[in-house]
């Protein structure tokens, strides 16, 4: 029996498209969805700790950049030009992480609590704790 040429080429294409369409399917369903982070990779920004009697928390926002939070109240991180970080407590001191920020933060703050509008760039600290180096509204 002699099979036509056009029956041989069009197995060969169905075979082609259905083996390509298999490993395209096999590397889409596999893949984790976009803006998740990849399994076994880690948030650069995130750290949980106790440090001067308060609990920082941080992690990578929904654009990636870094969110932190001081006893559950968000504290704003600015990225600076030398790739750091500052926060509305001190402008001055640019800190290689976001974790070393929350911290130079939290010990400037002394005993004050974070106001909530700390997040929006408006600090205020409790005068009866007040900072160290005298950060009061």
Not at 34 to 59: K, N, Q, V, W
């Amino acid at each position: 029996m002699i099979v036509p040429r056009r029956l041989v080429l069009r197995s060969l294409f169905a075979l082609a498209v259905t083996a390509f369409t298999g490993g395209v399917l096999g590397r889409v369903t596999t893949r984790p969805p976009s803006g998740a982070p990849a399994e076994g990779a880690r948030d650069p920004h995130a750290f949980d700790e106790m440090y001067g009697g308060r609990h920082l928390l941080g992690f990578s926002g929904p654009e990636g950049g870094p969110v932190a939070l001081v006893d559950g109240r968000p504290l704003h991180l600015m990225r600076c030009a030398d790739g750091g970080f500052v926060t509305p407590i001190d402008h001055y001191e640019s800190c290689p992480t976001p974790l070393a920020a929350v911290r130079a933060a939290v010990d400037e703050l002394g005993t004050a609590r974070l106001s909530p509008l700390a997040a929006a760039h408006g600090v205020h600290t409790d005068p009866t704790g007040g900072s160290p180096r005298g950060v009061h509204a």
